[in-house]
């Protein structure tokens, strides 16, 4: 094996990748399908960014930072309609899925918990359920916290480990404290905060990869609040880009190439080794790329899609499917969203991002009320605390339920949804099911010709149930809200039994040490394939119920050191 590496995907994982490579004295090429939106990428001594990608609530509607829905599209259905026989019912875009160089981390909201002890074993502790595909995962916490240690010190994570629940510490034990104090806590979270307190809740300090004092030659977050979906105009956010792929641009082993779209990685003759990734540019000129060692780190929609555009004779399902698993168990985070509402402004973007946790709903939970509800358990998932709405985005909420005009000047100058409302999410914990995939859409293209990815789903009755078990401790827990004159919870797995809008997923290439029940090995190497590694959330079998980007980074880091080592599994 050369020292020289392709990684498809310059994200959470891909950056990682190419920076741990890097170290280590490989040569990287990164090859990113969107475009560079924060020029001056290893160019400059500072290391500094030329920010073009900020907090413009107009970008989201240009698709500026996304895939272009009628250029990339994807496609959708639920189960039901793929029983039925409907090829396709949604064509465009997805969700806050990112193309850019830097990834969908660009614009996250940078909050970055761990995984707990018990979401790594949930088939043995617990059991199957009817309708999933559980398995555990093959390491446990104790094996990626090593890693969980040196992600939060390179990205600069806010937190005290003080004030951190028992609980929370038993299931995630932190050998330090956070790399910076929290930030301030916004005045919406706190008054969510007492709510949660009444209903005998702990809400603390979110853990974020936002800095609450200059850290790594960035300056501290100025609290505007408008984190979630959007870019950092000052680079107070760690991310992908500035924490990573830009260190790692600046040793010189690594390049990047934006606009790149790779539609295939070519093997041997025997399937049992890559050669080379064959890409094309915007113009449509074709490329074909020598590589040593591949990564595969496009995220699981686009991973997927990739290993099944690269079938072959050796691999006629689709690359490293022997398993018939590569596409399945695609795995979405649900949301159940909960409001207070105010007779004032309570100001709830003037703080960072969803300021406080609350755990107490990670669970799980069991008993007769459980049982009634059609599944042995419930996996709940954290609370993200006293979020507020931008005002376009509420803007376009009013003028769908009450049309254009002067009913939503009115309510616009009211401030009732962006100024008035205090909310919060539950973040759901998502069983794999093997129905729920990425394939090829048999119709539908790309600008390029190539298949647009097509993915079936639809939530699972321990989603439903979930919704409703837990749905009504948030809506109690807003009511109880000091000042709040009316609470309202959408619980989405009951109102949509298709995917909602969430940038959180994963599965469709798990990794396990069943070649007949995963497609990956632990190290993150296709069983198929001795060159090729998949180092994304594609890789996790199962999604617990916390923001995920943490965990991509620290177990792309996890691969990426034993494939620099050498070490097989």
């Given amino acids: 094996m050369g020292n020289d590496a392709v990684v498809i995907g310059s994200g959470a994982a891909g950056s990682v990748v190419a920076w741990e490579l890097a170290r280590q004295g490989w040569d990287v090429t990164v090859l990113e399908r969107g475009r560079n939106l924060r020029p001056g990428l290893g160019d400059e001594p500072s290391g500094q960014l030329d920010t073009k990608y900020g907090s413009d609530e107009i970008k989201g509607f240009r698709q500026f930072g996304f895939p ?27 969700g806050q899925l990112g193309a850019a160089v830097g990834g969908t981390s660009l614009h996250y909201n940078a909050k970055t918990p761990r995984f707990w002890k018990q979401d790594f074993t949930m088939l043995s502790d617990h059991g199957p359920v009817e309708g999933a595909q ?34 929370t510490l038993e299931q995630s034990p932190r050998r330090q404290q956070f790399v910076m104090p929290p930030n301030p806590t916004g005045y919406a979270a706190q008054l969510l905060a007492e709510g949660a307190s009444r209903m005998g809740y702990e809400a603390y300090p979110y853990p974020a990869a936002v800095n609450s004092e200059r850290f790594d030659g960035r300056p501290a977050c100025n609290s505007c ?39 295939r990685i070519e093997t041997s003759a025997d399937g049992r080794r890559a050669r080379a990734v064959h890409w094309t540019d915007v113009a449509g000129r074709k490329h074909r790329l020598p590589a040593s060692t591949v990564v595969v780190a496009g995220s699981p929609i686009n991973t997927a899609r990739l290993l099944l555009l690269s079938r072959s004779d050796a691999h006629p399902d689709g690359l490293g499917n022997g398993s ?49 509800l059609g599944v042995p358990y419930i996996a709940g998932g954290i609370v993200q605390v006293g979020s507020g709405l931008p005002p376009a985005g509420a803007s376009q909420m009013i003028a769908g339920m009450l049309g254009y005009g002067q009913p939503l000047k009115q309510a616009m100058k009211a401030g009732i949804l962006h100024a008035r409302v205090a909310a919060s999410q539950l973040i759901h914990q998502d069983l794999p099911q093997a129905d729920n995939r990425v394939d090829l859409d048999p119709k539908v293209k790309d600008f390029l010709g190539l298949p647009a990815a097509r993915i079936t789903y639809s939530p699972h009755q321990h989603e439903k149930a979930a919704a409703i078990y837990l749905g009504a401790r948030m809506q109690a827990m807003h009511q109880l ?47 198929e394939v001795d ?39």
């Fill in 68 to 94: 272009d829905p009628v250029l990339e599209p994807y496609t959708t259905r639920t189960q039901s309609e793929a029983a039925q026989g409907v090829p396709r019912s949604a064509v465009g875009a997805l």
């Fill in 324 to 372: 018939g698993q590569l596409g399945r168990n695609m795995m979405f985070h649900n949301f159940t969203q909960a409001a207070a509402l105010y007779k004032e402004d309570i100001k709830p973007l003037r703080a960072q991002s969803t300021t406080l946790e609350v755990d107490d709903l990670v669970g799980l939970f069991t008993g007769p009320e459980v049982q009634a």
């Fill in 225 to 263: 609040g408008m984190c979630s979906g959007f870019g950092c105009p000052i680079n107070a956010r760690g991310d992908a880009l500035v924490s990573w792929l830009n260190p790692a641009m600046r040793t010189g082993r690594v390049r990047v190439i934006s606009r790149a779209f790779v539609h």
């Fill in 481 to 527: 809200a000091p000042g709040a004159v009316a609470a309202a919870t959408l619980p989405f797995p009951i109102l949509n039994d298709g995917i909602t809008y969430t940038a959180h997923l994963a599965g469709t290439a798990r990794m396990g040490t069943n070649r007949r029940t995963s497609v990956c090995a632990p190290s993150g190497r296709l069983h």
């Fill in 134 to 167: 559980m398995a555990d995962w093959p390491f446990g916490y104790d094996d990626l916290a090593p890693y969980y240690d040196i992600v939060e010190r390179r990205v600069g994570v806010q937190g005290d480990r003080d004030k951190m629940p028992a609980r």
């Fill in 531 to 569: 060159n090729v590694y998949v180092a994304d959330a594609s890789t996790f079998p199962t999604f617990p119920g916390f923001n995920p980007t943490l965990t991509i980074m620290a177990n792309a880091l996890r691969i990426a050191r034993d494939l620099g080592n050498g070490k097989e599994d």
